[in-house]
């Protein structure tokens, strides 16, 4: 997959099949645009993802976890354009002609019902179909994807998410939500505990669950492992400034300084919260583990 980011100045070479909007999670609903644009490959036409870069807004999936799960998709081109004032104040009529038509070639467009583009939002499927045979492209409207009567969003996940409901976010986005990032030293009162774990930093911009308990799975290197993951702030031993995602993996104990793990939220236990000793907060994350290994007993 080609990645086209940090410049307004991009151009394909041959006709495409474009989707386009912000892609935050791409979860279920995003899959069934995906899902079009990759049936044209059949037809000749390159696959293309064209997104605005926002900047660091807080997100359900971070621009190199986008990348990441778009590349297994095997797409051929993602756009990430900066959300320059030019384009900011760009009329519909103009962005169809001078983006789809001249810069990405496009010959066919996969879209949603609510899709809104151009300055103040003016441009909608209608304004693709109305200029699509002067542009020389096709318009599919696809309709929204939903789960338990309600569309499917980010909007959607993001409630969800907020109150800690990981299986449904789960079922919304098709996948398991996760973070990712580098296991970092922390105090060690794991180890000091007889239960050493992993401490990961999130990007300040990745949204994340309520502060707590959660049975998660963490890939390290292409192995899966099972466990319990607290994030929050370690009240019981001081306290942290900045909210960390702390893992104990059962039936793992290795050095993982420096490596990048992805661990991935399944269900939700309990809020965290301060205990008056270590003895009792180890007497606690013991009942946490027991509760997270029957969790994935029944998973």
């Not at 050493?196 to 949204?207: A, D, F, G, I, S």
């Not at 490596?259 to 939220?265: G, K, L, N, T």
Request: overall charge negative; aromatic content about 10%; some cysteine.
């Amino acid at each position: 997959m080609e990645i086209i980011k940090h410049t307004t100045e991009f151009q394909t070479e041959e006709g495409t099949a474009v989707s386009l909007g912000k892609f935050d999670g791409l979860h279920q609903g995003h899959r069934l645009l995906i899902d079009r644009i990759l049936d044209k490959k059949q037809e000749g036409l390159a696959s293309l993802i064209f997104t605005f870069d926002f900047g660091e807004r807080p997100a359900l999936t971070l621009p190199e976890e986008r990348r990441e799960l778009l590349r297994r998709r095997q797409l051929d081109y993602l756009v990430e354009c900066p959300f320059v004032p030019a384009l900011a104040h760009m009329e519909p009529e103009d962005f169809v002609t001078k983006i789809l038509k001249e810069r990405l070639h496009a010959k066919y467009l996969a879209v949603g019902t609510d899709f809104r583009f151009g300055y103040q939002r003016r441009g909608d499927y209608r304004l693709l179909q109305q200029m699509s045979s002067s542009c020389g492209f096709q318009v599919e409207v696809v309709e929204k994807a939903c789960w338990k009567g309600r569309e499917i969003s980010s909007t959607y996940i993001r409630e969800e998410l907020k109150l800690g409901h990981m299986e449904q976010v789960n079922q919304l986005l098709g996948y398991a939500y996760s973070v990712t990032g580098e296991v970092l030293h922390g105090r060690q009162i794991g180890r000091t505990l007889g239960m050493p774990t992993t401490n990961v930093l999130p990007k300040e911009q990745k949204l994340l669950p309520p502060n707590g308990v959660y049975a998660t799975r963490t890939l390290i290197a292409g192995e899966v492992f099972e466990g319990i993951t607290n994030i929050g702030y370690k009240p019981t031993v001081g306290g942290e400034t900045r909210k960390g995602v702390e893992t104990y993996l059962f039936d793992l104990d290795r050095n993982l300084y420096g490596e990048i793990i992805q661990v991935q939220f399944y269900g939700y236990e309990r809020p965290e919260r301060r205990f008056p000793s270590l003895e009792a907060l180890k007497a606690q994350i013991e009942s946490d583990v027991a509760w997270g290994r029957e969790f994935f007993s029944f998973l």
